[in-house]
T-cell receptor, first 117, second 118 residues
């Protein structure tokens, strides 16, 4: 149980285009989903927190107009990188939590590698 | 804001040896959680062990155990009888706790690349 999927696993796009990444909790309902970014040989940095049916909360320094997050259902959150540029190339990882009292474990997706040419 | 520091960028030990990875953190919160995650070359994040700050007893999961020193804000990971499959990046992570449960975003350290030599 507690499986989280991401799609696509790898995407290459041209500079200026938009890319959508999906994060799905396959066997549980995720009231909260998180998006992280990991540059090569670096750590994970929290980008934003999304709760189902609410606007996402972005970390300081993350452009909310560039990284659009939608959490329309209890099993799906999407991250759209708008007008992508080469500096947006990175590994994007989502995680999902059930949010039940006393259960604070996050389950991670396998990640999406974004390459912007 | 909290910070997590891992001072060992890379460590290498022989198979079957015991290795300890260090982690310190800084927070003004009293209720929080600490985690160790493993990230193998596949880059899938795998939870190794977790510790609730209000629990004095150190967490243990098979060959993995922690030494949680709350006053010193230290949270080290000990791997006993290391195996080749333990080779990976290891990240220490912090999460704020809420009285109502739920989850918050994780703050990660920079990681330690652990190499187990045959």
């Amino acid at each position: 149980g507690a499986v989280v999927s991401q799609h696509p696993s790898w995407v290459i796009c041209k500079s200026g285009t938009s890319v959508k990444i999906e994060c799905r909790s396959l066997d549980f309902q995720a009231t909260t989903m998180f998006w992280y970014r990991q540059f090569p040989k670096q750590s994970l940095m929290l980008m934003a927190t999304s709760n189902e049916g609410s606007k996402a909360t972005y970390e300081q320094g993350v452009e909310k107009d560039k990284f659009l997050i939608n959490h329309a259902s209890l099993t799906l959150s999407t991250l759209t990188v708008t007008s992508a540029h080469p500096e947006d190339s990175s590994f994007y990882i989502c995680s999902a939590a059930t949010g039940t009292s006393g259960n604070n474990e996050q389950f991670f997706g396998p990640g999406t590698r974004l390459t912007v040419l | 804001a909290q910070t997590v520091t891992q001072s060992q960028p890379e460590m290498s030990v022989q198979e079957a040896e015991t290795v300890t990875l260090s982690c310190t953190y800084d927070t003004s919160e009293s209720n929080y959680y600490l985690f160790w995650y493993k990230q193998p070359p596949s880059r899938q994040m795998i939870l190794v062990i977790r510790q609730e700050a209000y629990k004095q007893q150190n967490a243990t999961e098979n060959r993995f155990s922690v030494n949680f020193q709350k006053a010193a804000k230290s949270f080290s990971l000990k791997i006993s009888d290391s195996q080749l499959g333990d080779t990976a990046m290891y990240f220490c992570a912090f999460m704020n706790g809420y009285s109502g449960g739920g989850a918050d975003g994780l703050t990660f350290g920079k990681g330690t690349h652990l190499i187990i030599q045959p």
